[in-house]
């Protein structure tokens, strides 16, 4: 996991969420439209047809989002943005939290404290005209752009609202979490909190430590991830698997590394191709240690 350093792209970031907040404010009942503490904002929000707000030739928010996590889902290190429909725009602080929680989030990171505030707060003041709107320093969080990351579906649906500290946005995150020789992510950090968003997250479910397992041994072996990539049969998919477990025949390995090249009628991609996803670890185990520290 990794901090999501947003202050780069603020500019970019914040005229996007400006310029939709100008749109839906109207002047006459002073009110926006839709109302910000409802989910229909942000599926305006997202689907609004923006003026350029962009330096690096972002065609739209999704797309800078997308560019400052590298493509990388912000839980989990997967690579999305390969389709469409593998991630979806994950609200640090949830859609719907309570007002009272934003104290909570915000005591994580001085990014929402000073940028964003709950959609009620920002909601109940009075604006005169929308260029007061665009004026204030604090933005709603159901359109900051400082509250939205990039996170894959999987991600994304298991947190759901949960309540959980603001990991991406949390400077030291790479520090609090490390991940293990057997594929474990896990941290010793003495805030419950931290330990408590690995289950909420489902961050160790058995397929995730499987292919952070296989990463690893990648990462000591002479392999490299272009060379990974362009292992594309079946045989050369065994061939590579042996060789990592020191296995003279394929049927020897464990059946959970079978699964990554099965043959038949099982001949599914589903494990390869979740592999394939998470090459950060790849980079990960070449540069850390056991105990997570950099190398």
Not at 69 to 76: L, N, R
Not at 119 to 141: A, C, G, M, N, W
Not at 235 to 250: A, M, R, V, Y
Not at 254 to 281: K, M, V
Request: proline fraction near 4%.
């Amino acid at each position: 996991m990794i901090y999501i350093d947003k202050q780069p792209n603020i500019v970019d970031g914040e005229g996007y969420t400006r310029d939709y907040l100008e749109s839906s404010f109207d002047e006459v009942s002073h009110r926006f439209l839709p109302s910000l503490q409802n989910e229909e904002s942000f599926n305006c929000f997202r689907n609004h047809r923006y003026i350029s707000h962009s330096q690096h030739n972002d065609p739209d928010f999704k797309s800078l989002l997308l560019r400052e996590q590298c493509g990388h889902c912000c839980y989990c290190m997967r690579r999305i943005g390969i389709d469409a429909n593998d991630w979806n725009i994950e609200h640090v602080v949830p859609k719907n939290s309570p007002i009272d929680d934003f104290r909570y989030y915000a005591s994580y990171s001085n990014l929402l404290t000073y940028h964003v505030c709950h959609s009620i707060t920002f909601e109940e003041k009075y604006y005169h005209d929308k260029q007061e709107v665009v004026r204030q320093t604090k933005l709603p969080h159901m359109v900051a752009y400082e509250n939205l990351v990039a996170s894959c579906v999987d991600c994304n649906n298991t947190r759901g609202s949960e309540k959980i500290p603001p990991l991406p946005l949390i400077r030291t995150v790479d520090s609090i979490y490390f991940y293990s020789p057997a594929g474990m992510i896990v941290t010793e950090n003495a805030d419950q909190e931290y330990g408590k968003a690995i289950g909420k997250l489902n961050l160790n479910k058995e397929d995730l430590k499987l292919v952070r397992l296989l990463w690893k041994k990648v990462a000591a072996s002479p392999y490299d991830v272009q060379q990974i990539e362009s292992i594309k049969t079946l045989t050369d998919k065994q061939n590579f698997l042996c060789i990592i477990f020191s296995k003279d025949s394929f049927s020897s390995l464990l059946p959970r590394w079978q699964n990554f090249a099965p043959y038949g009628y099982s001949s599914s991609t589903y494990y390869w191709d979740l592999f394939l996803r998470f090459d950060w670890f790849y980079y990960y185990y070449k540069h850390h240690d056991k105990d997570g520290n950099r190398l």
